[in-house]
């Protein structure tokens, strides 16, 4: 999609610095294009048809990319003030909660504001189902080493399906303003 867009883009700065330049180098200037009708109509309908060769396939890249019909594995991510409460829906409801650990109890190696008590375990190479809310305020659901991030709101489940591609320690944050931590 990126070159899709970045050609069509290419294009159109082509068109209006070669038009840019020829009305600045050339001594004849049309008067009569400021009154007619086609010209306006012409600009008026070119930047919807280019809108809709941009749009169209990335409207079909975000339906491909955005559902996953047969997840391995759904867990569900319910955010209060300071931590998270996951529920591992497939498995019998398991559920935990986990809280950011405090600076006192950091050991060397620790990520401050970053590491918890409770990490929670993923499968590599399994498409996962997230489904996110939240308890009592907004809150933003957020792991960008794997580029996500869903808001939690109350009352409304939210959803998100990614992959790990390679194992590690992957730190969530929450990035919204949440108060004095």
């Known amino acids: 999609f990126?070159?899709?867009?970045?050609?069509?883009?290419?294009?159109?700065?082509?068109?209006?610095?070669?038009a840019l330049s020829l009305t600045l180098t050339t001594k004849l200037?049309?008067?009569?294009?400021?009154?007619?009708?086609e010209m306006e109509t012409v600009w008026t309908i070119l930047p919807a048809?280019?809108?809709?060769?941009?749009?169209?396939?990335?409207?079909r890249i975000l339906y491909m990319t955005d559902e996953v019909n047969d997840p391995s594995l759904t867990i569900k991510s319910i955010g209060h003030q300071w931590y998270w409460t996951?529920?591992?829906?497939?498995?019998?409801g398991l559920i935990f909660n986990s809280y950011m650990l405090p600076p006192l109890?950091?050991?060397?190696?620790?990520?401050?504001?970053?590491d918890v008590d409770n990490r929670v375990v993923l499968p590599i190479e399994a498409p996962i189902r997230?489904?996110?809310?939240?308890?009592?305020?907004?809150?933003s659901w957020a792991v960008p080493t794997l580029g996500l991030k869903?808001?939690?709101?109350?009352g409304r489940l939210n959803q998100t399906t990614f992959t790990a591609t390679?194992?590690?320690v992957y730190y969530g944050q929450c990035s919204e303003i949440c108060g004095a931590n």
């Not at 997230?130 to 809150?139: A, E």
């Open 2 to 18: 990126h070159d899709h867009a970045l050609m069509i883009i290419f294009l159109i700065c082509f068109l209006v610095l070669y």
């Open 29 to 37: 200037t049309n008067t009569n294009i400021s009154d007619a009708q």
């Open 49 to 59: 048809i280019v809108l809709d060769f941009i749009t169209l396939p990335s409207l």
């Open 86 to 92: 996951y529920e591992y829906t497939d498995y019998g």
């Open 105 to 114: 109890f950091l050991e060397p190696g620790d990520l401050r504001l970053l």
């Open 130 to 139: 997230m489904m996110i809310t939240s308890q009592d305020v907004l809150h």
């Open 150 to 154: 869903t808001d939690a709101i109350p």
């Open 166 to 168: 390679r194992p590690g």
